[in-house]
């Protein structure tokens, strides 16, 4: 059974990091997408960020590109979401999903989800 649990949120001020991460187990992950996925209040789940495990390719979403880096460590099972310069609109609770096989920014083809952890940006 896949599981997927994520860390790392918390309260930054605007232009200020934080490091998400999802540790994933109970399945060899290496035919694996995983995603970062984020919801705000009263808004529509959207895509953050997706890695292939296999390989390391990644895409962003437009808005987040130059300012987030997804990736994962495969000894540790676990995938990074490194943010960067963030803002007060990215402030939402982000989710980590998991799809066995090709996936990008739908969250609709993701099979598996975290918890989600809550990041918070003060303007």
């Known amino acids: 059974q896949v599981q997927l649990v994520e860390s790392g949120g918390g309260l930054v001020q605007a232009g200020g990091s934080l490091r998400l991460s999802c540790a994933a187990s109970?399945?060899?992950?290496?035919?694996?997408?995983m995603a970062w996925f984020r919801q705000a209040p009263g808004k529509e789940r959207d895509f953050v960020a997706r890695?292939?495990?296999?390989?390391?390719?990644?895409n962003y979403a437009d808005s987040r590109k130059g300012r987030f880096i997804i990736s994962r460590d495969n000894a540790e099972n676990t995938v990074y979401l490194q943010m960067n310069r963030l803002r007060a609109d990215d402030t939402a609770v982000y989710y980590c999903?998991?799809?066995?096989?090709?996936?990008?920014?739908?969250?609709?083809?993701?099979?598996?989800w975290g918890r989600g952890t809550q990041v918070t940006v003060s303007s």
């Open positions: 999903a998991a799809r066995e096989g090709p996936a990008f920014g739908d969250w609709r083809f993701y099979d598996y």
């Open positions: 109970g399945r060899t992950f290496s035919s694996y997408t």
């Open positions: 890695i292939r495990w296999s390989d390391g390719d990644t």
